[in-house]
């Protein structure tokens, strides 16, 4: 037992356990454990009197911070802020440390750093006409659902039929939506609970959410038609937890994967010119340059950083308890006022 009380005698090989056994891979393992050990000696050094990564002020957190500036790109600050978080996050949640230093820290670099590098300008005409080139139905559903949701690849495998609300007469979906989504119609419910490896509605998980809170995300007119399109012709699925997106492809019938769906975008993309082998983030259009995409434009148009922080599931307990309770009213109405059109 630490000299604290703390029943991890090393926080941070505690911390790589636990999250080896949520799924995480090696790679992403190993991330963390290079900057924990970095901040973990830079603790030792520069702060003796805390002789605990449990009894490090947020303080301590900032100085390392600024000590990374100049030395990484602002992005790469922005990832290593996260684990960091995501680190002191999970030992407060298991009663390991009391409070999370980097909890003021995160807040007050969220309004000063931009997590994503410099990227491809895209308009909204551009991207209509890349769109309508898009004629399959499962790959057309993909793209219109991740570039009007801002969600992740991941996240957007994991959907199940509970998962999506959706008012229409034109099919039977036959799966009642899931409690959260009851009195919220035509909408999308996203959960932080799958990661990879773990059992969701009956079924193992080969992908991981990321989203640090549950997010009820609108669906407009469009988004609805080009969903049902898809469940009229979607196959049946092989899961019993009914996975919304399913392959129709030498897969038949399985959940779709995050591999599916970055080489869906790119093969549209590189038609498009807009995806090199060899090109990085400024110049590829990838799953992920959707979610900026949608993060960007909403950004501009509602100067709601709130609204669009809690559509991207990456908000702090007090924010999203805001837009959770008023949901129905400023979060839609917010929403479907200032969502881009692509059909």
Not at 31 to 49: C, G, K, M, N, Q
Request: overall charge negative.
């Amino acid at each position: 037992m630490n000299a604290d009380g703390s029943g991890a005698e090393d926080p941070v090989a505690y911390f790589l356990q636990d999250i080896e056994y949520q799924g995480k891979t090696e790679r992403t393992r190993s991330a963390y454990e290079r900057v924990l050990r970095d901040f973990e000696s830079f603790i030792e050094t520069e702060y003796p009197h805390a002789d605990t990564l449990s009894a490090v002020s947020h303080r301590g957190c900032m100085a390392w911070i600024h000590g990374q500036r100049g030395e990484v790109a602002e992005s790469t600050l922005a990832t290593y802020a996260s684990y960091l978080h995501r680190f002191y996050a999970y030992m407060t949640q298991v009663g390991e440390f009391e409070e999370n230093p980097m909890a003021l820290v995160v807040e007050q670099m969220d309004e000063s750093i931009d997590v994503d590098p410099t990227r491809r300008e895209i308009g909204i005409e551009e991207m209509q006409a890349f769109v309508a080139g898009i004629g399959h139905p499962l790959s057309r559903a993909m793209i219109v659902a991740l570039l009007k949701t801002g969600m992740r690849a991941g996240e957007l495998c994991n959907l199940d039929l509970r998962d999506v609300h959706l008012t229409t007469d034109a099919i039977e979906i036959g799966v009642d939506p899931r409690p959260q989504l009851h009195g919220k119609p035509d909408s999308i419910y996203v959960s932080p609970e799958p990661a990879r490896g773990t059992v969701v509605n009956g079924e193992e998980r080969t992908a991981s959410n990321k989203r640090r809170r549950p997010t009820v995300i609108p669906v407009d007119d469009e988004l609805r038609e080009t969903l049902v399109r898809w469940l009229a012709v979607r196959p049946d699925p092989r899961s019993s937890a009914e996975p919304f997106f399913c392959s129709t492809a030498g897969q038949w019938g399985e959940r779709v994967t995050p591999q599916t769906v970055h080489h869906t975008v790119e093969r549209h993309a590189r038609d498009r010119g807009w995806y090199r082998t060899g090109g990085g983030a400024s110049e590829n259009v990838t799953p992920h340059y959707f979610r900026h995409f949608f993060t960007t434009y909403l950004r501009g148009q509602t100067g709601e950083r709130g609204i669009v922080k809690y559509l991207r599931g990456d908000v702090a307990d007090d924010v999203i308890d805001t837009y959770t309770h008023n949901w129905g009213d400023r979060v839609r109405e917010t929403y479907e006022a200032n969502i881009y059109r692509l059909l």
